[in-house]
């Protein structure tokens, strides 16, 4: 009776209390589902793009790996070792598609392929950083057609090595990680352009996501999980920056995707419920205490056990209990493995542990922790032994900070640094200091470890003691050093081939400038590049070359060269065979011999002339022993001595002091003057001929000696100076009589010259004499004809006559005028005679006043004035400064000066213009000033081959065109004029332009006293 009501009660409840919590548990269940389904997708998702970011970071560290160990050894290794060394890695290593080498313009040195994709242009702008970067953004290879990036690297010293890196293996990778074909898996640069995304998942729907919030909040560091819109919905996406490249990796499932197993799970629990119900109601009664009470209480019970102290045998009851279902034997089940699981893992922990400490305690390397500050909390016994401390204890007493350590703080900034933005530092090398204070090279790998709330934990790294690698490597490079010194200061040049393609692989600076080629222009030439290039200087001589020197060591010879310029020279080789590195080579070493070639040439050059000279030499060339035996002569030697050829003149004459000297002691006399002295020059000795007559030869000769100063032999030469002895004789004889005829003529000559000298001075007694003479009744003769032209005219032509009368009496009128010019004109001959004679005998009167020389002029001027003609067509002017010194001179000599040079103007002057001009200028260092007068004509002009002898006495010059008229006057004006200014040291000359008229200039020295009397300018 009690289990129908029992069960309609159960029913009852069930169907009435269980309605609404069914319901509310189903949606409850719906949203944990849900909510579960989110958590394991974005689990998912975020171990996925953890690890495919872990996967790309160490696809780009092993990409990094290969640059750099490239990168060290272009910075140790020529270029060819620096090429192989690129090829080989990349067949060992197959993550790039071609590997490049620039120089520090950007400028392509080698490549692996040699050509290929992805050439760098020239001039590429390189950042000097040790740590490899992504230097451009995917492309598509045009050789594979796959996905490729360039990452470089610098060189230490200048360049960078450059990788173009394939992302087909990314591809691969994310292609296998994928399990869901909802997924979405992207790789995008750091703009946000797609660049990886496997094959057959959903797409994005465009090219670039650079604008979604996942990709922004990504770049900005805040990435997390969010919901993304895309084309088909939303989408649960997780977006991660990957440190190394800037890429961004973004995984997403669709939201569709993600609630779909919660709908499912969902209805297959409203169906369960259903079908729950009705099992319930029938079965409720009978298997309630059975099957849920009991089994209940027991499973809690051994649950409960389990948790207080669980064992292996409660482990066992536990899968072995009186379940009554068997999802409560299941979950009994799991509950056991799970325990099972855990006493396992505990054991492992504590064998891992024992492990670590065993490998802790036991490693080579240095092993370290230390806290944020620098304060040491752990280390092992291998770094207290590097540091030459006694153990881990004595290091963690003595060393409060590790800041105590480092040879330079700097580097504990970089490694900071690295630890604070990337969490790890790899590979840094630097010195740090020893507890006795020596230091060591060291190599530091270390990362951050933070704690759960994101702040720095502490540094856990590892040191290794590089020291003798580091030693090594300076050493290596002081030896490199010192060759390329050596190779650089060698004088010759030195060229390194390639032994089986002859290519140049290196040069010094010495060779560079031989062939007139820049060190990168040099290098790949080959040896037909710098040579003539055709036989015997060609490629082929040169291989043959090569071969003997690798067949016989060193090998030198002459070779004809070529520079750059075209130029040829010549050069003297060496060649050496060598292998470095298991490379042939060939090492050249090469000097100039231009200079000795063309010093050869002119070397036969002069000897062939030399040996013509003495062939054809006009006297005679010899050399011979000390002992007298002939060693060489020339044609005229033996011709000389009256022999046919100079061989048969050293095959007869055996002793020159017996067979070619007259007398033998004058060889001994000159074989002793040699001796003393070195040398004989132009001794005249008595040669011999062979039929035995003799003749006078002229010897000239030197004593050869050797570098110790011992006598070797005795060259020289001769000539047949025989006709010159007679001539010098008959000379002499003609020079004797000569004397006696010098002696007789010369006595001659006193007497001319006595009588001379008697005729002179009767010449210049006579014409003072004469002059005085003359002077005195041409006064009369000239004031009785001016006087009688006066009475005339007043008596005889002041009244009124007949015509005819008056007619004569202007005819006696002009005889009388006539007669007066005339006579004044003979007053001045006979003056001009007697000046000339009184300055030439020296008694002419100098009567020196200070004169005002403006009055002089002047008084000369207005007396020319009165010369002038009548007609006008002269013009006298006159340029005149306001003050002038004062002259100390003789005040009628400079008139009769200015009146000679005035009266000669006006002469030769027929129409135009006279011009007088005077004026002061700056003197010699002797003179103060001087005083120039110039007086220029238009007249006919002086000839130039007159203009020095027109101040000689007597010298006139004939007008042009009236060789028939003769001249007016002595010839004794200017000459005086000359006398009259060199006596006051003066000087006086005349410039002239045929047919244009002359200029006569006078120049009259200023005593210093007096060019202080000017009157101030102005």
Request: glycine share 14%.
């Given at each position: 009776m009690s289990s129908p009501r029992l069960s309609s009660i159960v029913e009852k409840t069930i169907a009435a209390r269980l309605r609404v919590p069914v319901l509310a548990f189903g949606l409850l269940l719906g949203c944990l589902l849900g909510a579960m389904q989110y958590r394991t997708v974005s689990q998912h998702n975020l171990e996925l793009s953890a690890a495919m970011s872990q996967y790309v970071e160490q696809y780009l560290g092993n990409a990094e790996g290969v640059l750099q160990a490239l990168a060290l050894q272009a910075s140790r290794s020529d270029e060819a070792a620096v090429a192989q060394a690129m090829q080989a890695m990349l067949q060992a290593v197959p993550l790039f598609e071609r590997l490049v080498r620039l120089d520090a313009q950007g400028v392509v040195l080698s490549g692996a392929p040699p050509e290929g994709l992805l050439l760098p242009q020239p001039g590429r702008q390189l950042e000097a950083s040790a740590r490899v970067r992504v230097a451009t953004r995917p492309r598509v290879s045009p050789a594979t057609g796959n996905l490729v990036v360039e990452v470089e690297?610098?060189?230490?010293?200048?360049?960078?090595?450059?990788?173009?890196?394939?992302?087909?293996?990314?591809?691969?990778?994310?292609?296998?990680?994928?399990t869901g074909g909802d997924d979405l898996l992207l790789l995008t640069d750091e703009a946000g352009a797609v660049m990886v995304q496997p094959p057959g998942l959903q797409g994005p729907g465009e090219d670039n996501i650079g604008h979604w919030p996942a990709f922004q909040r990504a770049k900005t560091g805040e990435g997390s999980i969010m919901l993304q819109r895309m084309e088909g919905g939303f989408c649960l996406t997780v977006a991660r920056e990957l440190s190394h490249s800037g890429w961004v990796l973004l995984v997403s499932r669709p939201l569709v995707a993600l609630l779909r197993p919660a709908v499912l799970a969902l209805a297959v629990y409203l169906a369960s419920v259903a079908l729950l119900y009705v099992v319930l109601r029938a079965v409720i009664r009978q298997e309630m205490v059975r099957r849920v009470t009991a089994p209940l209480q027991a499973f809690a019970e051994a649950i409960r056990a389990l948790g207080v102290a669980p064992s292996a045998r409660q482990t066992d009851s536990l899968q072995q209990g009186p379940w009554t279902f068997e999802e409560l034997a299941g979950l009994a089940e799991a509950v056991a493995r799970m325990a099972q699981r855990v006493q396992e893992r505990e054991t492992a922990l504590r064998e891992s542990e024992t492990r670590y400490r065993t490998m802790y305690e036991n490693a080579i390397e240095g092993i370290f922790r230390v806290n944020p500050q620098g304060v040491m909390l752990d280390c092992n016994p291998a770094m207290a032994r590097m540091f030459g401390y006694v153990d881990e204890a004595d290091v963690l007493r003595s060393v409060p900070t590790v800041a105590l350590a480092y040879a330079d703080l700097e580097h504990r900034a970089i490694i900071l640094e690295s630890l604070y933005k990337e969490g790890q530092i790899t590979g840094h090398e630097l010195p740090m200091l020893r507890k006795d204070g020596s230091s060591i090279w060291v190599m530091v790998n270390a990362v951050a470890v933070y704690d759960e709330a994101g702040a720095l934990e502490c540094i856990e790294g590892m040191l290794t003691d590089?020291?003798?690698?580091?030693?090594?490597?300076?050493?290596?490079?002081?030896?490199?050093?010192?060759?390329?010194?050596?190779?650089?200061?060698?004088?010759?040049?030195?060229?390194?081939?390639?032994?089986?393609?002859?290519?140049?692989?290196?040069?010094?600076?010495?060779?560079?400038?031989?062939?007139?080629?820049?060190?990168?222009?040099?290098?790949?030439?080959?040896?037909?590049?710098?040579?003539?290039?055709?036989?015997?200087y060609s490629l082929q001589e040169a291989w043959g070359h090569l071969c003997r020197a690798r067949e016989q060591g060193a090998y030198s010879f002459e070779w004809l060269s070529r520079r750059k310029s075209g130029e040829l020279f010549w050069s003297d080789v060496t060649l050496s065979f060598a292998t470095f590195a298991g490379a042939a080579r060939y090492i050249a070493t090469i000097r100039d011999i231009s200079e000795r070639k063309h010093m050869e040439l002119a070397r036969r050059e002069a000897e062939a002339r030399y040996r013509a000279l003495v062939h054809n030499a006009p006297v005679g060339i010899f050399s011979s022993s000390l002992e007298g035996l002939l060693l060489s002569a020339n044609p005229e030697m033996a011709r000389m001595l009256g022999y046919a050829t100079p061989e048969e003149l050293q095959a007869e004459v055996l002793d020159l002091g017996a067979n070619v000297y007259v007398d033998a002691r004058d060889r001994v006399g000159i074989l002793d003057r040699l001796m003393q002295h070195g040398s004989v020059h132009s001794h005249e000795v008595r040669f011999k001929r062979k039929d035995g007559s003799w003749f006078w030869c002229s010897l000239t000769a030197r004593l050869v000696r050797n570098e110790e100063g011992a006598p070797l032999h005795i060259e020289g030469f001769q000539m047949d100076v025989t006709s010159r002895k007679d001539v010098e004789a008959a000379g002499e004889q003609l020079r004797e009589q000569l004397e006696q005829l010098v002696a007789e003529r010369t006595k001659e000559l006193r007497q001319a010259n006595a009588r001379l000298l008697e005729l002179d001075r009767l010449k210049t007694s006579f014409l003072s004499s004469a002059s005085h003479e003359l002077r005195t009744p041409l006064t009369s003769i000239l004031g009785f004809a001016k006087l009688t032209g006066k009475m005339f005219r007043r008596h005889f032509l002041a009244g009124e006559e007949a015509a005819g009368v008056r007619q004569h009496g202007e005819r006696i009128a002009g005889n009388l005028e006539i007669i007066a010019k005339e006579g004044a004109r003979l007053s001045r001959l006979v003056n001009d005679l007697l000046d000339i004679n009184a300055i030439e005998s020296g008694m002419m009167a100098w009567r020196d006043t200070d004169v005002d020389l403006r009055d002089v002029l002047e008084q000369a001027v207005a007396s020319a004035r009165g010369m002038l003609p009548a007609s006008g067509r002269v013009r006298l002017d006159t340029r005149f400064p306001e003050a002038l010194p004062p002259l100390r001179i003789d005040h009628d000599k400079i008139l009769q000066v200015l009146q000679n040079l005035l009266n000669n103007a006006v002469k030769f002057t027929m129409a135009g213009e006279i011009r007088v001009e005077a004026r002061l200028q700056a003197g010699p260092a002797e003179t103060a000033a001087v005083v120039e007068i110039r007086v220029e004509d238009t007249g006919q002009g002086i000839p130039a081959a007159s203009l020095e002898t027109i101040f000689e006495k007597f010298y006139q010059i004939v007008p042009e065109g009236r060789d028939e008229e003769k001249p007016r006057g002595t010839g004794l004006g200017l000459a005086i004029c000359k006398e009259i200014v060199e006596h006051y040291g003066?000087?006086?000359?005349?410039?002239?332009?045929?047919?244009?008229?002359s200029t006569f200039i006078v120049q009259l020295p200023v005593q210093r006293e007096l060019v202080c009397l000017l009157p101030p300018a102005g």
């Open positions: 690297c610098s060189i230490p010293g200048g360049g960078a090595m450059v990788g173009a890196l394939s992302l087909e293996a990314l591809t691969g990778s994310m292609r296998s990680l994928v590089i020291t003798p690698r580091k030693r090594t490597e300076a050493e290596l490079e002081a030896s490199q050093e010192f060759f390329r010194t050596v190779f650089e200061g060698i004088h010759d040049g030195l060229v390194v081939q390639d032994a089986d393609s002859g290519r140049i692989l290196d040069v010094n600076k010495r060779a560079c400038e031989m062939f007139g080629y820049s060190y990168q222009g040099m290098l790949g030439l080959d040896v037909q590049q710098i040579s003539l290039g055709e036989p015997p003066g000087r006086i000359w005349a410039e002239s332009i045929p047919g244009a008229g």
